[in-house]
């Protein structure tokens, strides 16, 4: 009977998560006019394969890596590159972004209301990275709880309403992703074990690709609209000078290690980090005028720290030579 209730719950999950089966390459819908352009693809490629020879000693391997760069320098008119950007990653916090989006979507078409308490939960989820306030938010957006065990045709009601923020992303042309799980720091139990499905078929997925895009679109003015990307933007803006308070500190031990020494740069970012996954997306400003996305993904290498930056600083000078 157990085993039985479990497939029905599973089989309830995969058809209720939108894209899980669309694999294809660079299927998402990209900003504002996006195009491909060689010579961001080549900047790119370099970065991946100094980083994979870099870290050879590290046994780090293409399968491992994942990255996308977006130019935005000129915002309506976008340029993006990929290095596998379109695999699916367990992107532990980095998902927060999505909810993030999602919240101010949701407030301006007052599908919720603006309490401090949700102020609050926001903000801890952004700047702290809190799992505790990412579940709160989860629970508004979808007016779902965690808790005891349900029959499953209520599985099936409840899981149908936690697919909310999937069913708004795919609305706007996300594919290949699963936004759908609360982050823990340590497992989930009852419903939010079960729906996870019994070897994680339904845990939460992202491509850098997709990350890239609405992270894009956040700096760009264009998620929501301009005044609440603004408000986004004041929650992942990130000092990156000084000391590291620790090897997960979002400012000083991700991307923002490329960017010391560098006057008058800027960083807003969203990193993720678990016992596996090391992964940023961070947007960045350069004093010479280069503006652009850049999202990194890495697996299997999570106490690796020079990564990430390695990767960050050969698009840095590119970036800053016009490339």
């Not at 803006?237 to 000083?252: E, M």
Request: hydrophobic letters at 40%.
């Amino acid at each position: 009977m157990k085993n039985s209730f479990v497939s029905v719950i599973v089989l309830a999950l995969m058809l209720s998560v939108p894209g899980r089966a669309q694999r294809t390459l660079n299927s998402y819908t990209l900003p504002a006019h996006a195009t491909r352009a060689a010579g961001l693809q080549d900047l790119v490629n370099e970065a991946a394969r100094k980083a994979l020879a870099g870290f050879a000693d590290k046994k780090l391997t293409e399968s491992q890596l994942s990255i996308t760069l977006i130019d935005v320098r000129d915002p309506d008119h976008p340029v993006t590159a990929s290095f596998r950007g379109n695999e699916r990653v367990y992107p532990a916090s980095v998902v927060k972004l999505f909810y993030l989006v999602a919240v101010h979507r949701w407030l301006a078409d007052k599908k919720i209301q603006e309490t401090a308490e949700l102020q609050r939960a926001v903000r801890d989820m952004i700047v702290d990275s809190s799992n505790e306030a990412t579940q709160y938010v989860l629970d508004v957006l979808t007016h779902t709880t965690g808790g005891f065990e349900l029959s499953a045709k209520e599985m099936q009601q409840w899981q149908y309403k936690r697919n909310a923020v999937n069913r708004y992303y795919s609305s706007q042309g996300f594919t290949n992703i699963n936004v759908n799980q609360k982050t823990f720091c340590e497992d989930a139990y009852g419903r939010e074990r079960i729906s996870r499905g019994p070897n994680g078929e339904n845990r939460n997925k992202l491509t850098t690709d997709a990350t890239a895009r609405l992270l894009a679109e956040i700096a760009t003015g264009h998620a929501v609209n301009a005044a609440r990307s603004a408000q986004m933007m004041e929650l992942l803006k990130r000092s990156f000078t000084g000391a590291a308070k620790d090897n997960d500190d979002q400012g000083r031990g991700f991307t923002g290690i490329a960017l010391q020494g560098i006057p008058d740069a800027r960083l807003w970012s969203k990193a993720g980090w678990t016992s596996t996954t090391r992964h940023d997306a961070a947007y960045i400003e350069l004093p010479g005028g280069a503006k652009f996305v850049l999202v990194t993904f890495t697996t299997d290498h999570a106490n690796e720290r020079e990564i990430i930056p390695a990767i960050a600083r050969v698009v840095i000078d590119g970036m800053s030579a016009g490339r």
